[in-house]
Every structure is written in C-alpha cells, then in structure tokens.
C-alpha cells in the first residue's frame, strides 16, 4: 500500500462471492444471469481520516471501458452519428459553479485562431439555458468550444487540443462535467452531519427529464468496452482531480490487491 494512503478500514458494500474468478479485464459475462437483476453493481466503501464515508462504483472502475470519441463514437443524439466526431458536445456544457465557469473563460482568452473554429465568437461563450442555468454557447448544433472535422488545429474540444499543445492537463482547461464523464461524483450528508461522497457513472436519469431521449451510447453499448487495463488505472488523473491523492491511493491499492472480479458491468452480462 502506498505510504500515502490513510490507514483506515475498507469494508465491502456488496461482498463478493467466495467462488469469485481471478481478476481479467476482458472477461464477458456467463449466461446464468438473472436478466431481472442485470443492473446490480459492486460497491467499495470506507472512511478516510477525516470521518467521511466514500461509496464506488468497483463495477465501473474495474471494467474495461474508455472513451472512443474519434474511434466510433455514436455521439449522444437520437440518431448515432459517428461521422461528425461530436461525442458528447452536442449541447452547451453546464459548470459545477462560478469557479469552473471563470476557469474555462479564463482558459477560452488563451485560444487562438490556430487553436479554436469559433474564435469569432471569443467574448460570447456563454448563455443561459431554459432552466436559467449559464451554459456554453452552441453554434452549429455543438458546443461553440467544438472545432469540427478537418479543422486544421485539429477536431474536438478546442480546449483539450490547446491544453494538450502546450504541454498542460486539459483537466485545467475544460468545464468539470466534460472532463469527468462518464464519472459522477455526488456529495450527500444526513441529518447529523456526516458527509458520504458517491463516485459512480452517469446513468440516464441522472440527466433529468432529457435522459430518456438522449442517445447515451457512452457506457449502455459494448463498443466502448475495449481498453486493456481497468478505468481506476486509464483515469488515475480525472479519478485524483475528483476525490484527491490519498483516497485515490486507497482506492487504486484496494482494486489492485483484489483476487476476484466484482460484478462486471451490465453491458458485459448481456447475454
């Protein structure tokens, strides 16, 4: 275990069973699954040093899912569209609060034409959405921070290319919600004060009334289950943004010590 970590108990939310296979990441489901129950998941909880409870999705961590945006990503309207390389950027980005809205402004003055499709449009970035809620402007149907395809600085994010460009993290660059999916990260706390953090994946109904109808390719289809090692290792860096250093050692350690496989993602059970 890392000399970083906290010393601090692990206790399993769902235990596995005693007959539990050996670790494999390209492991695919056997077909006794209970179809009525193909949505259970594995969680791993414990307290870190200052008291408050984490919960996390093993299920998701230890699957092989990455992003296949450029790859033969669908994107997430209702027809897939995989031509067009608009992923998940099909709508204006929502901030997690003023400072994630002031950083990727502050990120948006450092683009350059070279960089960004839409540096026209640099000062107008924002708008405000039905709900009142500020969001990234669209231009095109897309995000305005989306440089299309044959865009000679390169399709995609204009702020993840530049960041990349120079050499930064595009975790810095980008609002939290388009750099964290399909991670969400949810705080709750009880009556008596006691904090619970949650790390789990975007679901459909997490996107409110929308979700029914949006097309979330993302982690409900099999072609993005290809990576060859676990999410809690492809996304060290996004995982750390999110929970810190040492309760994602924890973590990390905890899932790699395992000698069984946790419940394997319902996109792996299909039959």
């Not at 980005?93 to 990120?107: C, I, P, Q, W, Y």
């Not at 350059?112 to 809620?133: C, F, I, K, Q, R």
């Not at 995982?239 to 395992?258: F, I, K, P, Q």
Request: proline share 6%; net charge negative; charged share 25%.
């Amino acid at each position: 275990m890392s000399s970083n970590s906290p010393a601090i108990d692990f206790t399993l939310a769902i235990p596995r069973p005693a007959e539990a296979s050996p670790a494999r990441y390209d492991q695919r489901p056997m077909a006794t699954v209970d179809v009525e129950m193909s949505n259970d998941r594995e969680w791993l909880a414990f307290e870190d040093e200052h008291g408050d409870s984490w919960m996390f999705d093993a299920t998701m961590l230890t699957s092989n899912w990455r992003c296949i945006w450029n790859e033969g990503c669908p994107g997430i309207e209702a027809e897939p569209n995989a031509e067009a390389l608009h992923g998940c950027c099909s709508h204006g980005a929502h901030f997690t609060g003023d400072e994630d809205r002031d950083r990727v402004l502050s990120a948006a003055k450092r683009l350059d034409p070279a960089d960004w499709h839409n540096h026209s449009h640099a000062g107008d970035e924002l708008t405000t959405d039905a709900d009142g809620d500020e969001v990234t402007r669209t231009v095109d149907g897309v995000c305005i921070f989306h440089n299309p395809a044959g865009f000679e600085g390169g399709p995609g994010c204009a702020l993840h290319t530049a960041a990349t460009k120079r050499g930064e993290s595009y975790i810095d660059w980008k609002p939290d919600v388009c750099w964290q999916l399909p991670l969400r990260l949810e705080h709750h706390v009880d009556d008596n004060g006691h904090g619970t953090y949650f790390l789990g994946e975007w679901a459909r109904r997490n996107w409110g009334e929308g979700g029914d109808d949006l097309g979330w390719w993302c982690t409900e289809e099999i072609e993005a289950f290809v990576a060859h090692e676990p999410v809690y290792v492809t996304l060290r860096d996004e995982l750390t943004a999110m929970v810190g250093e040492r309760v994602y050692d924890h973590l990390a350690n905890r899932l790699a010590l395992d000698a069984s496989v946790p419940v394997p993602h319902p996109v792996l059970r299909r039959p």
